[in-house]
């Protein structure tokens, strides 16, 4: 049962550009979303947060945007840069009513190109 | 320099044999968890610990054990129950496992654990 869905596998984007990644989850009690990214054969890296309590939290070219009511979370990166080429994570947890173990999507592949 | 390590980079297992893989952290934190990555799909938690001496099953514990006798070095074991070992072994770190806490888990460089 996947509780954390990346439904788009790959993301192409100019270099210049804003990426936009897209994360839909469905257990209504998870309230501390995260981002991580994840070049290949590494651990994947600590992007961004945001707690439920909020809809947006920023964090130089990163921006993620949260409607608990649509149960979505997306990642902005602006502008979109060559380093940015890799394997985005979405994860989600239930901190407020236990321990907060992590349920991650499958990621999305991004691409930037020139 | 703070962060986690995990070694080796690479293993090779035998049929039959158990193997461990390594994950040390300095960061002063109090719990600690393993996941496998396979191909196309995301991280899966196969055990978790909040506290030294203490470890919870995650969602595909089978064909794994772990210990945590200190609080800087969670091994993972993949014993020959494990009938399909082959992926990548991310160990990761939080500073503490407490209800009501916004908790950010670090990653350490994983191992890739190879059948022969």
């Known amino acids: 049962d996947q509780q954390v869905k990346q439904n788009s596998p790959s993301l192409s984007v100019q270099e210049g550009r804003i990426s936009i990644l897209n994360c839909d989850y469905t257990n209504s009690m998870f309230d501390y979303f995260l981002w991580y990214k994840k070049y290949p054969a590494e651990g994947p890296t600590f992007l961004i947060s945001i707690s439920s309590i909020k809809d947006k939290n920023e964090d130089g070219r990163f921006t993620v945007f949260l409607n608990k009511s649509a149960k979505h979370l997306s990642l902005h990166i602006v502008p979109s840069q060559p380093g940015d080429s890799a394997v985005y994570f979405c994860?989600?947890?239930?901190?407020?009513?236990?321990?907060?173990?992590?349920?991650f999507g499958a990621g999305t592949q991004v691409v930037v190109t020139p | 320099d703070g962060g986690i390590t995990q070694s080796p980079k690479y293993l090779f297992r035998k049929e039959g044999q158990n193997v461990t893989l390594s994950c040390e952290q300095n960061l002063n934190h109090d719990a600690m968890y393993w996941y496998r990555q396979d191909p196309g799909q995301g991280l899966r938690l196969i055990y978790y610990s909040q506290i030294v001496n203490d470890f919870q099953k995650g969602d595909i514990a089978e064909g794994y054990s772990v210990s945590r006798e200190k609080k800087e070095s969670f091994p993972l074991t993949v014993t020959s129950a494990q009938k399909n070992p082959t992926a990548f072994y991310l160990c990761a770190s939080s500073l503490r496992g407490d209800r009501g806490r916004g908790e950010t888990q670090y990653f350490g460089p994983g191992t890739r654990l190879l059948v022969l």
């Open positions: 994860a989600a947890s239930a901190q407020l009513r236990g321990w907060g173990k992590l349920q």
